[in-house]
């Protein structure tokens, strides 16, 4: 049943459970900030930091040099057409893709998801922010779209660009990250190779 101020009937866990963490590392693809592309990099460096600055109001994130570190891994890269089940298929300008995995952390094992987002650089700047603003929202657990086009998780965008998370976004993560998760949590041995 749709609970009014947020949009928790929407999310899916995975396989695993809610795929969230009391602690992200987030890597971020270096741009080179110098010769003739340089404005370009520099313009969607700028949009995914503001992305990223909204999510670190609300949780904690860590940016990180390596990306094996990571558990969210940012591209500055056009997601590949989607095919659609109809046999068309789709161009999008943003994409999360989670995987599970088992990785060691100080000598322990622990389940983790990993995300890759890509965010297209071929759009404007508040574009290029509204994607990354709603592609991190899957990154950080939110696998799901809210029917509302105000939200920066909606399934149909509106006619402007949402820059800012709404208080529904806001209302389902703090129900979201109040969910029991095995995430995070050690495991009892190393994955079988
Ligand atoms: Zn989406």
Do not use: K
């Amino acid at each position: 049943m749709e609970t009014p101020g947020d949009y928790r009937h929407v999310l899916a866990p995975s396989a695993a459970g809610w795929p969230v963490l009391s602690h992200w590392c987030v890597w971020v693809e270096p741009q080179s900030l110098e010769g003739p592309a340089a404005r370009f990099q520099l313009l969607w460096l700028q949009a995914v930091e503001a992305a990223l600055g909204q999510w670190q109001e609300h949780l904690p994130l860590q940016r990180v040099e390596d990306p094996r570190r990571a558990q969210v891994l940012i591209r500055r890269e056009r997601p590949p057409r989607q095919q659609l089940p109809t046999g068309r298929s789709r161009a999008s300008h943003g994409r999360a893709t989670l995987n599970l995995q088992i990785t060691a952390r100080l000598g322990v094992w622990r389940l983790e998801p990993r995300v890759e987002v890509l965010i297209s650089p071929h759009q404007r700047r508040a574009a290029i922010e509204a994607t990354a603003l709603h592609e991190l929202g899957h990154a950080f657990g939110l696998w799901g779209h809210s029917p509302d086009p105000d939200d920066a998780m909606a399934a149909v965008p509106g006619a402007d660009p949402v820059l800012r998370l709404s208080p529904r976004d806001l209302a389902s993560l703090r129900w979201l990250y109040g969910q029991p998760t095995r995430f995070g949590a050690p495991v009892p041995s190393a994955p079988v190779p």
